[in-house]
């Protein structure tokens, strides 16, 4: 854009601190807005005296702990802040400094929410809708429509699983998950990658917590009825996490065991009852060194169907993150709708297994997947998202596996949505002490393409009593969706 001298009437930003999530939001914020304008924005602190700023139209940003001007506007009636956990309120209004000048309030609970409301102020306000079909609405440029919106997440955590190494550029992942009101991943590795470090620091910089993984027998032979195997499998549990991962300032730790098989004993015995016993055990002793941890145990509900009662006798300090429990959403297939009924009790029996002390979680499956033809385990550590350009160009031509994935996928996303909003509800409605919900996006190229199915999740997970319809509606008017 050129700018130009501009003698009409500007907006400005009047900002909140500029530091952690709320430094990205008003970064987000301004890269919004400045396309708009014919003239370069300038910001201001929420010091700034009101007076000299009343022939301005007002951009106010923050939280009531952070900005006092939202503070006085909340003291005066002119808005409600949304009090829960990373919520958000936006009001477009005439402005109470001056009214004929229009103020908008973007208030967040806390950093993250402030970052949630620039991101939905953008994909449903500003963005195009059905009123505005041949765009004669001219954002920051004539009076905006007035409007107020007020929202909070039902499910706290809200996230991706993905492998490591399918991660091709981690900061623009991580920027894309903050855009759809993603706080947490989780990332696979046989190795703790070299840049870890940086790669958690990133992620806390956007509102993400990250989830480091590894086996805790997964894919490896094991006799867990073997007191030596469990002891070796302790001690090798204890030294991974203590020479790899406990110095990384990460938020937790996924791993998986022995669940994934069709089977439901081994050596003779119920695979429910020994899991608990072994993941007891190891994670006992893990607790006991790092009690502040948040350990998530990876089930595969295809060992366990019947025997899950058995699964009430896990720590409660452990998350059960269940797979596989059955239909859409837990099936790799969106369009796999046959045993929904099942599915949907299975569900609330295994929601509060462990009474008010319940930690659930739940993989979402229906994205894409990995070529489980061409895998194999990492021979070491390795750099973690830095890939060329030029890689991920090859990778995101229309040939490529993620668009005939998600072509498929994305029909039968819109068709049988109300199945994820379905079961997301029996969780909500269990009241476990916490629930936490991931997508499988293992090797979807989110860093580059922000595909429609992993956004209709996302907003699914943030507020799964919202129509089915209506979520397609919003989602699918954003600028940023790309569909396959």
Known sequence: MDYVKHEGIRWTIVHG???????????VLYNIVQPHVPYLM?????????QSLSDYNLIVLGTVRSNAWIAELSERGHIQPNPKAEGYAIKVFASPLNPERQMIVIAGADGNGTLYGVNDFEHYYLDPNEDDLYEKKRNFTEPMPEYEASSAPAIPERGFWTWGHVIYDYRKYMDHMAK?????????????????KEVTDYAHSRGIKVIWSFSWSWGEDCDP??????????????????????????DG?????????????????LIAEVVVDWVNHIAGKLLERHPELWLKFGIHATSIEENYPLLAKLDPRVNITWEDAGAFPYSYDAND???????????????????????????IKGGTFLNWFAFEHQKGVIVLGQASEALIDSLSGQK???????????AYWMKNLHNLLDTLKVIVEQNPKRIAAEALVEHGLWERYMWFPAALCAESMWNPYESAEEIIRKVALAKEVHFA
Do not use: C
């Open 337 to 363: 709708n046959q045993s929904i009924a099942e599915t949907m009790q299975y569900t609330a029996n295994i929601g509060g297994l462990r009474g008010e002390q319940e930690d659930f979680g739940l993989v």
């Open 225 to 250: 009825n073997d007191p030596e195997e469990l002891s070796k499998w302790t001690e090798r549990v204890l030294d991974t996490y203590e020479t790899q991962y406990a110095h990384l300032g990460g």
């Open 17 to 27: 601190e500029y530091e952690g999530v709320e430094r990205h939001a008003l970064d």
């Open 42 to 50: 300038t910001l201001h602190s929420h010091a700034t005296d009101k």
């Open 180 to 196: 759809w009101k993603l706080n947490f991943i989780t990332i696979w590795n046989d190795f703790a990658p070299i840049n870890a």
């Open 400 to 410: 490529a596996r993620p668009y005939k994935q998600w072509k498929h996928q994305q």
């Open 253 to 269: 730790i996924y791993f998986q065991t022995f669940t994934e098989t069709k089977e439901k004993h081994i050596g003779g015995k």
